[in-house]
């Protein structure tokens, strides 16, 4: 390249789109014609950079910078956020303008997700393709496609624009920014989805039946009964008469109302705060329907009717989900919400948080019926089982298990803590979840107060001593990280935290490397576990089934972990890793 400052082969320093960020890159080749040389990072991302935004590696020094902000915190050992990338002895491989030092003025990092959905089943041709690109911007940044190079009927390399300087970037479908992409080939996509979407609820049935059991064993389970005798207009009815008490109460003028998430267009949801209202006037008007002679072994009696009902409620809503979605405005899917396959986005959902005028469908069905239902449900079992072995009150393994889903649900209601969480930031509203709400959460997680009913347990006091201590510790962990990691969020400067170590990261976010997050990189897993074992200890050791919440429960973790693992990778780059290398178990100390 005569003429030019750099040569191919050079190594650079060449700065991150929109970002005060220079990373170590490899010079490629230079256009002349459009004046911009194409670079590699170490990533494989392949962006073309003026010479403006290329520097001498020669040039750069690591910068010195404390890793917090508070006084307290800065007593922690530093590290600059250079660390995004790991540094050698003879050279750093990334550094920051002065002006980045501050943590809030990082914010300007960009950072680009991108998540290529193919919306067509046809892979013919290239531009019967379409692409969702999902770009999460710390700064107003943003870019635009240009152009795509297409090879057998597949986008093998996007050519962006960014905005906020103009930068050229060619990303690589398989060298995404820290090397993810999911990109859906739909054959097995559809056959995945449509097998879940039959077996789910087929499992939580079967499961139901055989917990019904004298011999409660996976082994010989009995035939499901004929659909039809399941399906009844009366208790269906009851179940949508459930479902719009909950929305009344939701709808109630009381509880303060909170800022959520932004959306991508920077507007702010609001969410209502009343669910602990609205358990109380649930057991009030429980409570007053009893009185009045209304028999709460109806949800006994009539188990499976209820659980069919859900489901045909879940089908129903989530047709509605699905058909709202097809006008939503782009700006209001999900990451990926938009793949063009039916089936695809009927499961997954296409909206993010789909509302009727205020009232957030997801927020409500993920705290709402289904959790109070479990707990309605709990205690119909302990009547039931009063009532079956003519107990004057429920046995010591009924009021453990009823005290113990209770607290926790209770826990959930005072935090009204879902806002934060994966689910509410990422995932669609489809079947999946609105499933997982209404029928998955009230019939599977109560499984172990309909297995009491007809298989007493006997505990010793030491036994329930222990067993006590356990959910104690489960729910300590579990509360303490969760809350940690909510305010360390909300507040990167508590001063309740300044104690704790963390890593800074280019997207301006921290993470937490000591205390509870120092243990393992997901203590409130951890917690949940235990008390999800606590739970099912007071149904002894006959049967594996009282035990599928722990079962459930630890595949889901362990799996979420993974996808959650993933996301950060790809957001902190080998900050993350250095995470990664100081906590280094997942979910539980040496162990996994
Ligand atoms: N009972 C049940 O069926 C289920 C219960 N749960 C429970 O719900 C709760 C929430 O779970 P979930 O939403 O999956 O995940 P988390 O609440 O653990 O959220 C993960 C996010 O936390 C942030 N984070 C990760 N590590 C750190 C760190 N070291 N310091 C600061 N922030 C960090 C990252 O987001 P960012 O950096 O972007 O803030 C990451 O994406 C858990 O307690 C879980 O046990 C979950 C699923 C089912
Ligand atoms: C198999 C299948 C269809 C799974 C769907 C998963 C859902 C059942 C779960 C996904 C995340 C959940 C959370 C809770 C309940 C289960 C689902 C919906 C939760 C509301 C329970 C109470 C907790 O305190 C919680 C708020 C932390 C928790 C949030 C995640």
């Known amino acids: 390249m005569p003429g030019t400052r750099f040569q191919s082969g050079d190594m650079v320093m060449g700065r991150w789109p929109g970002s005060s960020l220079f990373y170590e890159v490899k010079v490629l080749s230079y256009d002349a014609k459009i ?259 209304v028999d709460l072994g109806y949800i006994h009696s009539h188990f499976l009717q209820l659980a069919v009902s859900s489901l045909l409620f879940s089908v129903l809503l989530s047709v509605y989900l699905y058909v709202r979605s097809r006008w939503a405005p782009q700006d209001q899917l999900a990451p990926g919400g938009n793949s063009g396959s039916v089936i695809y986005d009927f499961f997954m959902g296409s909206e993010l948080n789909p509302r009727i005028k205020g009232f957030d469908l997801k927020y409500f069905c993920e705290l709402r019926p289904g959790l109070m239902g479990w707990l309605v449900i709990n205690a119909a079992m302990a009547l039931a089982e009063m009532k079956l072995h003519n107990l004057d009150y429920p046995s010591p393994a009924m009021i453990l298990v009823n005290c113990f889903h209770l607290f926790y649900v209770l826990d959930a209601y005072w935090h009204e803590a879902v806002l934060g969480y994966m689910d509410t930031t990422h995932a669609g509203f489809g079947f999946m979840l609105v499933f997982g709400d209404l029928m998955w959460v009230p019939f599977t997680f109560s499984l172990q107060s309909y297995y009491l009913v007809y298989h007493p347990s006997h505990l010793s006091l030491p036994w329930i001593v222990g067993i006590v201590t356990l959910n104690v510790i489960g729910f300590s962990i579990f509360r303490k990280a969760n809350s940690q990691k909510n305010a360390f969020r909300r507040n990167p400067s508590d001063p309740t935290l300044s104690h704790l170590k963390t890593i800074p990261t280019a997207t301006g976010k921290s993470l937490l490397v000591s205390g509870l997050w120092g243990l393992v990189r997901h203590p409130n897993y951890l917690g949940d576990l235990i008390m999800a074992l606590a739970w099912s200890l007071p149904c002894g050791f006959t049967h594996i089934l009282p035990y599928f919440y722990v079962i459930y429960l630890t595949t889901l973790l362990v799996h979420r972990e993974a996808r959650d693992e993933a996301q950060c990778r790809r957001k902190y780059g080998s900050a993350w890793d250095d995470y990664c290398r100081e906590v280094r178990y997942r979910i539980i100390p040496r162990v996994y």
């Open 35 to 293: 004046q911009l040389y194409t670079v590699v990072y170490k990533d494989g991302t392949e962006l073309e950079l003026r010479e403006a935004d290329m520097k001498n590696p020669t040039g750069f020094k690591p910068s010195r910078r404390s890793r917090s902000r508070s006084p307290s915190r800065r007593r922690s050992r530093s590290r600059s956020p250079a660390r995004t990338t790991r540094r050698s002895s003879s050279r750093t491989f990334a550094t920051e303008t002065p002006a980045a030092r501050k943590e809030p003025k990082m914010k300007e990092v960009l950072e680009i997700r991108l998540s290529p959905v193919v919306r067509n089943t046809c892979h013919t041709h290239c531009w019967d393709l379409e692409w969702l690109f999902v770009f999460e911007c710390f700064s107003a940044a943003s870019c635009h496609v240009l152009d795509r190079e297409c090879e057998g009927g597949m986008v093998l390399v996007c050519k962006l624009l960014c905005q906020s300087n103009s930068t050229r970037m060619h990303i690589k479908t398989d060298r995404l920014p820290y090397g993810s992409s999911h990109s859906v080939s739909f054959p097995p996509v559809f056959a995945g989805v449509s097998c879940m979407m039959l077996f789910l609820p087929v499992a939580v049935l079967g499961l139901m039946v055989v917990c019904s059991q004298e011999d409660a064993s996976l082994m010989s389970p009995p035939p499901l009964p004929a659909l039809d005798s399941l399906l009844d207009p009366h208790v269906f009815g009851m179940v949508v008469l459930w479902f719009l008490f909950q929305a009344l109460l939701y709808v109630l003028p009381v509880g303060k109302v909170v800022e959520g998430i932004p959306l991508k267009n920077g507007e702010w949801l609001k969410y209502r705060m009343n669910t602990l209202h609205a358990f109380v006037l649930t057991v009030a008007a429980l409570g007053a329907a009893v009185h009045q002679g």
